[in-house]
T-cell receptor, first 115, second 112 residues
Framework: GESVGLHLPTLSVQEGDNSIINCAYS??????FIWYKQESGKGPQFIID?????DKRQGQRVTVLLNKTVKHLSLQIAATQPGDSAVYFC??????????????FGKGTKLSVIP | DADVTQTPRNRITKTGKRIMLECSQT?????MYWYRQDPGLGLRLIYY???????NKGEISDGYSVSRQAQAKFSLSLESAIPNQTALYFC???????????FGPGTRLTVL
């Protein structure tokens, strides 16, 4: 079946550097993507989303890039801080039926920020 | 997200016991979901509900049942718990007009 996956399961970054977390998806019908951040002991927290009619979207210190040609999604975090240490999940949103949608999650990448 | 609460936060039980996990939300969302999280497997959908009269199976519904008691409440039951149901369980909600889902803090369930 089609799935969402991540290229790197762990990523260590020096504080102040930029982080790039990658995600591959294989469902060409997906038209909406979300990045979530999950800190230890907490539920996933929404970071940023992007629709398939966009290539790039920026938030506060974060940018999501979407390359539909190669079915690749990335999350860029500028000036990474210790508080950014967490597991990051990408999720693709697919139509499950008339008016309904489901999220399919990748396995996650653990980001560790080195002080 | 404080708007989505789950009880209990931690539970240890024995094989064969019946367990209920509860979820409440104050966000006013119609749609609610139950996910299971296992190390290395990400989040997998168990059941979802788009309103109080709607219940749908997700990817891994076997061994689970749900009840949507009200718009704000969605409970997950394990009728006869087994050790491979040891996992983190998350409830989530979403508004019908948006696809973003909001997650609760999770319940850590251990089945011995």
């Amino acid at each position: 079946g089609e799935s969402v996956g991540l290229h790197l399961p762990t990523l260590s970054v020096q504080e102040g550097d930029n982080s790039i977390i990658n995600c591959a998806y294989s469902n060409s019908a997906s038209d909406y993507f979300i990045w979530y951040k999950q800190e230890s002991g907490k539920g996933p927290q929404f970071i940023i989303d992007i629709r398939s009619n966009m290539d790039k979207r920026q938030g506060q210190r974060v940018t999501v890039l979407l390359n539909k040609t190669v079915k690749h999604l990335s999350l860029q975090i500028a000036a990474t801080q210790p508080g950014d240490s967490a597991v990051y999940f990408c999720a693709e949103n697919i139509v499950a039926g008339a008016g309904s949608y489901q999220l399919t999650f990748g396995k996650g990448t653990k980001l560790s920020v080195i002080p | 997200d404080a708007d989505v609460t789950q009880t209990p936060r931690n539970r240890i039980t024995k094989t064969g016991k019946r367990i209920m996990l509860e979820c409440s939300q104050t966000k006013g969302h119609d749609r609610m979901y139950w996910y299971r999280q296992d190390p290395g497997l990400g989040l997998r959908l168990i059941y979802y509900s788009f309103d109080v009269k709607d219940i749908n199976k997700g990817e891994i519904s076997d061994g689970y049942s749900v009840s949507r008691q009200a718009q704000a409440k969605f409970s997950l039951s394990l009728e006869s718990a087994i050790p491979n149901q040891t996992a983190l369980y998350f409830c989530a909600t979403s508004d019908a007009s948006r696809r973003e889902q909001f997650f609760g803090p999770g319940t850590r369930l251990t089945v011995l």
